[in-house]
């Protein structure tokens, strides 16, 4: 996937039928795809896409992981936050609440399905 957009962004596709209004002929071809996409079930429009995201993931992981063992950076932060840096801490905090308690309500809700 990230090869076909390096060899897409170095070897444009130019439209035969076009004539100069390369720009038009893709939104067009994408607003079609939109339309396409609004009407088929989540399950059949997102399945290959999230295969292949999960590659791109591992991929991702794996090479993040290799260059933190070999330049092993030193990792080293203060224990305690400052007084300006407050806001930031409890809208991270505030984040990270939100998506549990989303996640939570989300299994329950399964569970009471089942």
């Not at 076009?18 to 795809?33: E, Q, S």
């Not at 399945?47 to 080293?76: C, K, N, Q, T």
């Not at 998506?99 to 939570?104: G, M, Q, R």
Request: hydrophobic share 55%.
């Amino acid at each position: 996937m990230v090869i076909a957009l390096l060899v897409g962004y170095h070897c444009p596709v130019m439209l035969p039928f076009a004539h100069g209004t390369d720009v038009m002929v893709w939104f067009a071809i994408l607003m079609a795809y939109c339309i396409f996409a609004s009407v088929l079930p989540v399950w059949l429009l997102l399945r290959p896409r999230d295969y292949l995201s999960m590659y791109i993931l591992f991929a991702v992981l794996i090479v993040g992981y290799i260059g933190l063992f070999a330049y092993h950076p030193e990792i080293s932060t203060s224990p305690f936050i400052s007084s300006a840096n407050q806001l930031v801490a409890a809208l991270a905090l505030l984040t990270i609440s939100m998506w549990l308690a989303s996640t939570k309500s989300r299994l329950c809700t399964r569970q009471s399905r089942a």
